[in-house]
C-alpha cells in the first residue's frame, strides 16, 4: 500500500486534533480490529531524535477510523519548526505498513 501524504499544520500551544476514515482500494472502510498503530515527527527522515505521537491515537474498528487528539501541552515547545512524520500500523498478523505520512509545519505561539 502506498501511503497517503498529508500535510499538518500545527499551532503550538495549541490541541491539535484529527480524524479520519481510512478505506481500502474498494472503497470499503479498513476493518482495525488488532491493529496497533505508531506515529513519529522528525525534524528530518535521518533525525535521530523524534516526537512520538502514538498514544494520542485511538483507531476505530470495522468503521476503518482514526482520531488523533493531541493536548495542547505536547505541542508546547516543538523542537523545530519543519519536519516530517508518518503513520504505522500493525495488522493482528504482524504485517507493517505506512498509512499516512508527510510535511510538519509549526507555527510558533505568540500568546504563551
Do not use: C
Amino acid at each position: 500500500m502506498i501511503p497517503a501524504e498529508y500535510q499538518l499544520n500545527i499551532y503550538e500551544g495549541s490541541n491539535f486534533n484529527r480524524a479520519m476514515i481510512a478505506k481500502d482500494d474498494t472503497d470499503n472502510p479498513i476493518d482495525f480490529t488488532g491493529y496497533a498503530a505508531q506515529m513519529h515527527l522528525r525534524e528530518t527522515v535521518g533525525a535521530a531524535t523524534f516526537i512520538d505521537w502514538s498514544s494520542y491515537l485511538t483507531l476505530g474498528t470495522t468503521d476503518g477510523t482514526i482520531s488523533l487528539s493531541v493536548p495542547y501541552i505536547a505541542t508546547e515547545s516543538f523542537p523545530f519548526t519543519k519536519g516530517v512524520y508518518d503513520l504505522e500500523l500493525t495488522t493482528a498478523t504482524n504485517e507493517r505498513f505506512k498509512l499516512i505520512r508527510g510535511v510538519v509545519n509549526v507555527v510558533n505561539e505568540v500568546t504563551r
